[in-house]
């Protein structure tokens, strides 16, 4: 099993920053990917970030290209999103989760293995 325990939410002003951590425990060795999503009252799940734990590729939705940074450490075996130049819009709870299975980064949420408990951001205007 894998266990994912995000922090770094909270209220920001818009045009602020966040930056949010993913820790990860118990079978990480198997992860090929750890990814972030987002999901707002009346939204489906939106694909925010994904890294490779070897290698670093990088994958961002549309909407965040510019403004968030996924990066990795792999010693740590934590992942962090780096968002700035907040906008109301970005306001969501902010999954990460992880992909055991994939051959390439994928922005489908049903293929990713096991979620974290989730953490609110929200942006003020």
């Known amino acids: 099993q894998v266990q994912l325990v995000e922090s770094g939410g909270g209220l920001v002003q818009a045009g602020g920053s966040l930056r949010l951590s993913c820790a990860a425990s118990?079978?990480?060795?198997?992860?090929?990917?750890m990814g972030w999503f987002r999901q707002a009252p009346g939204k489906e799940r939106e694909f925010v970030a994904a890294?490779?734990?070897?290698?670093?590729?990088?994958r961002y939705g549309e909407s965040v290209k510019g403004r968030f940074t996924i990066s990795r450490d792999n010693a740590k075996n934590t992942v962090y999103l780096q968002m700035n130049s907040l906008k109301p819009e970005d306001t969501a709870v902010y999954y990460c989760a992880t992909d055991r299975n994939s051959y390439v980064i994928t922005e489908i949420a049903s293929m990713y293995d096991y979620w974290g408990q989730g953490t609110q951001v929200t942006v003020s205007s």
């Open positions: 890294i490779r734990w070897s290698g670093g590729s990088t």
């Open positions: 118990g079978r990480t060795f198997s992860s090929y990917a």
